[in-house]
């Protein structure tokens, strides 16, 4: 057993069939992939945008694709690879926390919370567990919704993990107790619950797909060149001359067909320290 920081691998050891990492993990680490032998499999529970999934990838090419992903919930990993996950207290008694995959303002959401909802009811009727609901749509909501959240703790009927949409004026969150319900509150609650709604019958109308129907592809970022600097020799310097304001053209805009024709149809594209990870369901 070794004592360190488990991003720089072990590559006195190397190369390896497999690697397993058993915390959860914001991002691949460039030592894992470059210590795995040819044909090696990587497993990480991986954190898509706050909703992680346990991913087994295998090399592709220059990319790494998924053979196999299912729903999973590790510890967070610390050190060098840390994530952007941000833990929000909204009140210590009963507790309750918001978990955000970023740092961003969500504003009063206590005060929010004691306002009166607003109900929009999307079925009548849910026979699947709340549990089940839950996870399906915090899935979606990772791959849809920039505003989305966790909800931890007790909203009156005991501790609960509860997927929801939150900004500065307002929060919305679902509740799916034999139902499903878009609960709105705060200044923006009604906005917020009707774009709720919105996202759980995208989910249904969409098969409501989970974990196990993901596809992930992992696309590494290209090293940084890292050249000395070569010291300037005076002898060589001769004064700048200025530009010649006609010869200046404007920079050309972006391609988007350059950079979208690589990314499938439905297809949502999460940036990460040191891989872009395309991400699909089917």
């Known amino acids: 057993m070794l004592c360190r920081d488990g991003a720089g691998g072990h590559p006195g050891l190397a190369p390896y069939d497999r690697l397993i990492a058993t915390v959860g ?31 087994a990838l295998e090399r592709d090419g220059e990319r790494w694709v998924s053979r196999s992903v299912a729903p999973c919930g590790f510890m967070r990993m610390r050190g060098s690879m840390t994530g952007t996950e941000t833990v929000v207290v909204v009140r210590r008694d009963p507790e309750l926390m918001l978990m955000l995959p970023e740092p961003r303002e969500a504003g009063d959401v206590a005060a929010a919370l004691d306002a009166a909802p607003t109900e929009i009811t999307v079925a009548r009727e849910e026979p699947a567990p709340p549990f089940t609901v839950g996870m399906g749509v915090a899935l979606w909501l990772a791959l849809h919704e920039p505003r989305w959240c966790v909800v931890n703790g007790d909203l009156g009927a005991g ?28 200044a923006g609650g009604a906005r917020l619950a009707a774009e709720l709604a919105a996202h759980i019958r995208a989910w249904d109308e969409a098969g409501r797909p989970d974990a196990t129907g993901l596809r992930i592809e992992a696309r590494p970022h290209a090293p940084a060149a890292t050249t000395p600097a070569t010291p300037p020799d005076p002898a060589a310097t001769t004064p700048a001359t200025p530009p010649d304001p006609a010869a200046t053209t404007p920079a050309a805009p972006p391609d988007p067909a350059a950079t979208t024709t690589a990314v499938p149809s439905g297809a949502v594209v999460i940036e990460k320290r040191h891989t872009t990870l395309v991400v699909g369901f089917g």
Do not use: E, N, Y
């Not at 993990?25 to 499999?41: N, S």
């Not at 929060?171 to 878009?182: Q, T």
């Open 25 to 55: 993990v914001w991002d691949l680490a460039p030592a894992w992939l470059a210590q795995l032998a040819p044909g090696g499999r990587l497993v990480v529970p991986l954190d898509l945008r706050g909703v992680q999934v346990s991913a």
């Open 159 to 186: 501790p609960a993990l509860t997927p929801a949409v939150v900004q500065p004026d307002g929060i919305a969150v679902l509740a799916a107790h034999g139902s499903l319900v878009a609960r709105g509150h705060g």
